[in-house]
């Protein structure tokens, strides 16, 4: 096989981040903002930071500053967690509900038009070899 799947994913990778930062220029936020807003909003269980950082692989001082700008802009909130007095939760304002449903929305639409491209087991090929890094 002459093509790189590495490159190939990389390329994948950048076009959506591009295309997630341009959905959410109008809002004052960066794609990375939005995703982990998306991932609030289908975590609504307690989700701290220490969740944000490994689901995005992300250093606990970034996501210290992204959740500090979120909060800033009324979008998440930190809660004291009733499990653990020393771990903060973090939660959706209604402001960020708001927007999560944006980016739900287009997170749907973006992936339909990905996967109607393919047949059913193309789609389910796909997947499970994205699943694969999850490992």
Same mark, same amino acid.
């Given at each position: ?8 994913? *990389?390329?994948?990778?950048? &076009?959506?981040? @591009?295309?997630? !930062? ?6 004052? +936020? /960066? ?41 800033? *802009?009324?979008?998440?909130? &930190?809660?004291? @967690?009733?499990? !653990? ?6 939660? +959706? /304002? ?42």
């Amino acid at each position: 096989m002459d093509e790189s799947i590495g490159r190939l994913i *990389k390329i994948a990778h950048s &076009r959506l981040n @591009s295309q997630l !930062d341009e959905l959410a220029k109008p809002y004052g +936020l /960066t794609g990375v903002q939005m995703a982990v807003i998306d991932y609030l909003r289908s975590n609504s269980d307690e989700v701290t930071q220490k969740d944000i950082e490994n689901e995005f692989q992300i250093q606990g001082s970034t996501v210290t500053v992204m959740i500090d700008r979120l909060e800033h *802009k009324a979008l998440v909130q &930190r809660i004291k @967690s009733l499990k !653990d007095k020393r771990v903060n939760e973090i939660k +959706l /304002t209604e402001k960020g509900q708001q927007i999560s449903n944006l980016v739900k929305n287009y997170i749907q639409d973006y992936e339909r038009d990905i996967f109607s491209q393919f047949s059913e087991e193309e789609n389910k090929t796909i997947l499970k070899f994205l699943h694969s890094f999850e490992k």
